[in-house]
Nanobody, 121 residues
């Protein structure tokens, strides 16, 4: 099971830190991706971190503003989000897979329930 937390309402330019905690399995054996889905839009992959060498991927829309990281002791993958924009408003999901970094959601096996991020003044 994956559980996301850390969402909320923030003003443009603000920051949030999302966490994805795994229970029942060890997350460091899995590649973990963060996805988001805005109303009326497809769910998109925005960042991933690999299980093997912690290599990362960022979508162009978040590159330079978001940072993904692991804390194996806490069985957690986090997404630090800075410089938030109204267009970042979405439900954010984490997901895990066996294998390397890929963006397409169809390659991910386990999903959390999502956490809402709203960027508004």
């Amino acid at each position: 099971q994956l559980v996301e937390s850390g969402g909320g309402l923030v003003q443009p330019g603000g920051s949030l830190r999302l966490s994805c905690v795994a229970s029942g399995f060890t997350l460091d054996y899995f590649t973990v991706g963060w996805f988001r889905q805005a109303p009326g839009k497809e769910r998109e992959g925005i960042s991933c971190i690999s299980s093997s060498d912690d290599s990362t991927y960022y979508a162009d829309s978040v590159k330079g503003r978001f940072t993904i990281s692991r804390d194996n002791a806490k069985n957690t993958v986090s997404l630090e989000m800075n410089g938030l924009k109204p267009e970042d408003t979405a439900v954010y999901y984490c997901a895990s897979r066996i294998g390397g970094v890929v963006v397409a959601r169809r390659h991910y096996d386990y999903w959390g329930q999502g956490t809402q991020v709203t960027v508004s003044s």
